[in-house]
């Protein structure tokens, strides 16, 4: 059976791309490698801004765990800076088995067809044009073919190298990992404090060149995980026990309970190669469309995907789905800036890396004193742009430098 569009993953950039697809009148497949019920739970923060809500017409209420207003940042010397807009929220946290099953069943009540506990193997080719996939389903490899594939199978793709856009991960230089626990028992000692507002606690103590976070969830229970831009050697589950028991916030649990756990690696190079090719566009993480510094992936993965899920039907109307027609995907995310946010958020990873404690114990007084550089950061992470405009990324990185001499 031949379709319009094959989507490989079921996650946010898949289920966006498949939704779209299928309500555009394109018979499109979905294969999934993991069961629909119970859904996978990634390991991830799961904190999003009001953004991706609002971009993508999602209601809270269907998904969220937690509604928060703010977010607490905590230097290596404990002085701290509240990052809020008041009377503005920032968004929401939840839990990505609810957030992806949501995404999915969105993408099957618009027509989509979804294989769970089907894996890819590889690609089908004919004249260097894919056109289709090889995929492992009840023990037996089956074909399916279509126009276009649409790589959303996250940072372990194997067909996004297959078909040439990238080379395998440099794993020291293109990767990083989060951990992250469900802990329950949280004390809510101070309940607007420690249920409306997320943590993060930078030092090298907790993750190296990186940070540690807790966001609230319902009831209570939280999300507790660590990221680490730099690999070493240690194991990233040993960092995470040690945050969890961690002076800092152990007394905020009441004998803290792990009801979960798990660890995943994260592309934190940027954009990585080519994203798109005869017959194939890849999305998400499986292309490096995630913050080389605050490791966020969702937002970029969910526009990406819709920006596939668009070229993908205007291809569909001129029936051309070579590279040549497929290169508006990236005149797409181009003009969403996708680009010059990796590149500044890379630009600054690198600067405060060069010594973490120093740079964020002087970033944080500089945002107690200093309303530009407050103004900037809010504009940023609460504001409706993920973008910060070359002529303030050069201020803001003045700023920093000033602040470290």
């Not at 991960?169 to 951990?179: E, M, N, Q, S």
């Not at 507790?224 to 194991?235: E, F, P, R, S, Y």
């Amino acid at each position: 059976m031949k379709y319009d569009i094959i989507v490989s993953g079921s996650g946010p950039a898949g289920s966006i791309a498949a939704k779209i697809a299928a309500e555009n009148g394109l018979k499109t497949l979905v294969l999934e490698r993991h069961s629909l019920e119970p859904r996978f739970e990634k390991p991830c923060g799961g904190s999003m801004p009001k953004l991706v809500f609002t971009d993508f017409n999602i209601p809270p209420e269907k998904v969220a765990e937690k509604e928060i207003v703010g977010n607490i940042i905590v230097a290596p010397n404990r002085n701290e800076y509240v990052l809020e807009v008041p009377g503005e929220l920032y968004g929401w946290n939840v839990k990505r088995s609810v957030f992806d099953k949501y995404l999915c069943q969105g993408a099957i009540d618009s027509g989509a067809e979804v294989m769970e506990n089907t894996l890819v193997n590889e690609l089908i080719f004919k004249n260097r044009q894919v056109i289709g996939i090889k995929a492992k389903y009840e023990g037996k490899i089956k074909e399916f073919f279509s126009n276009l594939t649409i790589a959303a199978d996250g940072v372990g793709s194997k067909i996004v190298v297959e078909a040439g856009l990238r080379n395998k991960w440099d794993v020291k230089k293109d990767l990083g990992r989060c951990a992250v626990a469900f802990v329950s028992n949280y004390n809510l000692k101070n309940e607007k404090k420690d249920s409306k507002y997320n943590q993060f606690y930078l030092s090298n103590e907790i993750a190296p060149n990186a940070y540690g976070w807790v966001f609230p969830l319902s009831g209570n229970l939280v999300n507790v995980g660590i990221g680490i831009h730099k690999l070493t050697d240690a194991n990233p589950m040993d960092y995470l026990r040690k945050f969890i028991n961690w002076v800092g916030i152990k007394n905020k649990f009441d004998n803290p309970k792990i009801e979960w756990k798990s660890n995943y690696p994260v592309p934190v190079s940027g954009i990585k190669g080519k994203t798109f090719t005869d017959g194939l566009i890849a999305v998400g993480d499986s292309a490096g469309f995630v913050s080389p510094w605050l490791g966020e992936g969702i937002y970029f993965a969910m526009w990406t995907g819709k920006f596939a899920a668009e070229t993908a039907i205007e291809a569909h109307e001129k029936e051309d789905f070579s590279k040549n027609s497929l290169k508006i995907y990236k005149k797409k995310y181009t003009k969403k800036k996708f680009p010059s946010i990796f590149s500044a958020h890379k630009a600054f990873r690198a600067l405060i890396m060069t010594d973490l404690e120093k740079s964020v114990n002087a970033i944080i007084n500089l945002l107690n004193t200093n309303p530009e550089a407050q103004n900037i950061l809010k504009n940023t992470l609460i504001g409706e742009s993920k973008e910060i405009p070359p002529d303030l990324m050069v201020k803001v990185l003045n700023l920093i430098q000033e602040a470290l001499r």
